[in-house]
């Protein structure tokens, strides 16, 4: 069974920063890309940041002057710092990765279950 678990959403007022966690666990063989959405209310989940490889990084162009992916590949976690937050970066972010499972030769797309991030006076 693999699980991606997100933490490190919150409240914060406009111009702050927050840092997002996700964090793969289970049997899990190997991790291709690993990726943030965000959903914001009403909308649909959109991309928001990808981490293939240290050389194969995106982040959207609306954010990529404010947000961060890295990755620490040995603990099959995903960061997304998140700085001079705007009231519109107010969503639900999702961890999304690709998984190969211990015993398995595909990989699979899992999701974590979201945090919340409210960006706001």
């Known amino acids: 069974q693999v699980q991606l678990v997100e933490s490190g959403g919150g409240s914060v007022q406009p111009g702050g920063s927050l840092r997002l966690s996700c964090v793969g666990s289970g049997s899990i063989s190997s991790i291709a890309t690993m990726s943030w959405y965000g959903q914001a209310p009403g909308k649909e989940r959109e991309l928001v940041a990808s981490h293939v490889s240290d050389l194969r990084i995106s982040v959207t162009d609306s954010v990529k002057d404010r947000f961060t992916i890295s990755r620490d590949a040995d603990k099959n976690t995903v960061f997304l710092q998140m700085n001079s937050l705007k009231p519109e970066d107010t969503a639900v972010y999702y961890c999304?990765?690709?998984?190969?499972?211990?015993?398995?030769?595909?990989?699979?797309?899992?999701w974590g279950q979201g945090t919340q991030v409210t960006v706001s006076s």
């Open positions: 999304y990765a690709q998984v190969r499972a211990s015993g398995t030769h595909n990989f699979r797309a899992y």
